[in-house]
T-cell receptor, first 113, second 110 residues
Framework: EAQVTQNPRYLITVTGKKLTVTCSQN?????MSWYRQDPGLGLRQIYY???????DKGDVPEGYKVSRKEKRNFPLILESPSPNQTSLYFC????????????FGNGTRLTVT | QKEVEQNSGPLSVPEGAIASLNCTYSDRVSQSFFWYRQYSGKSPELIMS????GDKEDGRFTAQLNKASQYVSLLIRDSQPSDSATYLC??????????FGTGTSLTVIP
């Protein structure tokens, strides 16, 4: 089954404790992206990657890191999480075609206390 | 100015009625337009995509695009309680990036 898999689904952590949210896709998509979703603000892009070893900042990259060492994986790293990073996070991927939609993972609900 | 704007709602319609959801976008040369449905706490799922001016129908759903007015809409005919969700409008701009509206909350009343 074609899918984007994120882990974990739920994560509660404390301020300053480094964490990684994993994302993997099995559709051979070159493009992958991370979004955060907050009430009233909608989906905002954190980082995206057009291909292996190519990453770029989205609209809200502060406090986040990403890496793209393999085509299928695109982990999101919070090196020193803060309470304002409490949010619902989605990983997404899409194919190369101009008409290709985004396919979303199931989401990770992160709480930073 | 936001890239994509939607009325946040909430929009309430009785079961069996037509629900009309609207979206405007700022990048005049955007190419691709998508409607996603999102249930509370779940991930967005694609309902429809549209690329050319006019209407595109898929079952109970019709997407409408007017590039001159920079306007996209989604009509849901014979609305069902299971259609109650937040609907996200997404636009892929010339930079190949997706921008999302904040979503319109729809409630279908049995």
């Amino acid at each position: 089954e074609a899918q984007v898999t994120q882990n974990p689904r739920y994560l509660i952590t404390v301020t300053g404790k480094k964490l990684t949210v994993t994302c993997s896709q099995n559709m051979n998509h070159e493009y992958m992206s991370w979004y955060r979703q907050d009430p009233g603000l909608g989906l905002r892009q954190i980082y995206y990657s057009m291909n292996v070893e190519v990453t770029d900042k989205g609209d809200v990259p502060e406090g986040y890191k990403v890496s793209r060492k393999e085509k299928r994986n695109f982990p999101l790293i919070l090196e020193s999480p803060s309470p304002n990073q409490t949010s619902l996070y989605f990983c997404a991927s899409r194919g190369q075609g101009w008409d290709s939609p985004l396919h979303f993972g199931n989401g990770t609900r992160l709480t930073v206390t | 100015q936001k890239e994509v704007e939607q009325n946040s709602g909430p929009l309430s319609v009785p079961e069996g009625a037509i629900a009309s959801l609207n979206c405007t976008y700022s990048d005049r040369v955007s190419q691709s337009f998508f409607w996603y449905r999102q249930y509370s706490g779940k991930s967005p799922e694609l309902i429809m995509s549209i690329y050319s001016n006019g209407d595109k129908e898929d079952g109970r759903f019709t997407a409408q695009l007017n590039k001159a007015s920079q306007y996209v809409s989604l009509l849901i005919r014979d609305s069902q309680p299971s259609d109650s969700a937040t609907y996200l409008c997404a636009v892929r701009n010339t930079g190949n990036q997706f921008y999302f509206g904040t979503g319109t909350s729809l409630t279908v009343i049995p």
